[in-house]
């Protein structure tokens, strides 16, 4: 019957010299048992936390986890807010954006879509302009903005851009207006009616070989007026005002074939805050 490790056993200590490299087989046993008793209680710990946390509910994946969200409003105010608030609407009417919520966040997101309907190419034709003022536009103030719009968006400011009365480019080139929200800011509101800031790039011009009025950037200031009509944020009034401008970049400009594919192949956005 073979020896327990417990029982006491009897053994000749030699010279470190002379000492053997050898050691019994039941000496080398304890590490590797320890080592596998090791592995075991950890896999097992494992498995439990796994079973633990397969009953738990997945978090939304559109909500942002409170930290982040702690952490957007608290962030240094060196390079200005962070960016914050609701997910996207989803729904649109005549491609523009609608369905915001009823709150000041929502209010921004408006005023943030609107700026870019009201600042688009589509607006130097008589049609389109039209419908998107329909569009936006709080019914009670559709006529006055509906006239206003028309008188800015004439004939003659047509000219200016190097368009005809609807908006048409010459032949072989490409009509750019674009505006782009760089940020919004709340300038008051309620329950009933908002004012927002909207601090906006445009880019403005023709694109092509021989364009007298070459694509430029320009930096201005809108600020909306709306009103809640119990089912969205509607525009009432607006006003513009120029800058903040940054200070111009050293950088090459675009050729007028670069910046006309651009144009063409980069598409516009949906904003909210």
């Known amino acids: 019957m073979p020896l327990s490790d417990d029982q006491p056993h009897t053994r000749t200590r030699l010279p470190v010299a ?35 946390n397969r009953g738990k509910a997945d978090p939304d994946p559109a909500a942002p986890p409170s930290a982040d969200r ?13 960016p914050s608030g609701e997910q996207p609407v989803s729904t649109t009417s005549n491609g523009i954006a609608n369905g915001f919520p009823h709150t000041d966040q929502g209010a921004q997101s408006a005023a943030a879509n609107y700026a ?3 600042g688009s190419a589509d607006m130097f034709r008589t049609e389109a302009r039209h419908t998107i003022v329909a569009t936006i536009a709080d019914p009670a103030a559709l006529a006055g903005l509906q006239g206003r719009l028309d008188q800015g968006f004439s004939a003659e400011t047509a000219a200016r851009f190097g368009v005809d009365a609807q908006g048409k480019a010459p032949k072989g080139l490409t009509f750019v207006s674009r505006t782009i929200p760089i940020g ?26 021989k364009s007298t009025k070459p694509v430029s950037q320009d930096w201005f200031t809108l600020t909306l007026d709306l009103r809640w009509t119990g089912s969205d944020w509607k525009l009432t009034d607006f006003s513009r005002a120029s800058g903040p401008a940054p200070v111009p970049a050293d950088q090459q400009a675009a050729t007028a074939e670069e910046i006309t594919g651009a144009v063409q192949q980069f598409g516009g956005f949906r904003y909210a805050r």
């Open 116 to 118: 870019v309907a009201i």
């Open 70 to 82: 702690a952490a957007a409003s608290a962030a240094p105010g060196g390079a200005g807010p962070a």
């Open 184 to 209: 919004t800011k709340s300038d008051g509101y309620s329950a009933e009616s908002a004012k927002v800031q909207v601090w906006c790039n445009g880019l403005f011009g023709l694109a092509g070989e």
């Open 18 to 52: 002379e000492q053997s490299s050898y050691q019994p087989n039941g000496r080398q046993a304890r590490p590797v048992r320890t080592l596998l008793t090791v592995l075991v209680v950890v896999t097992l710990l494992v498995l439990a936390i796994s079973v633990a």
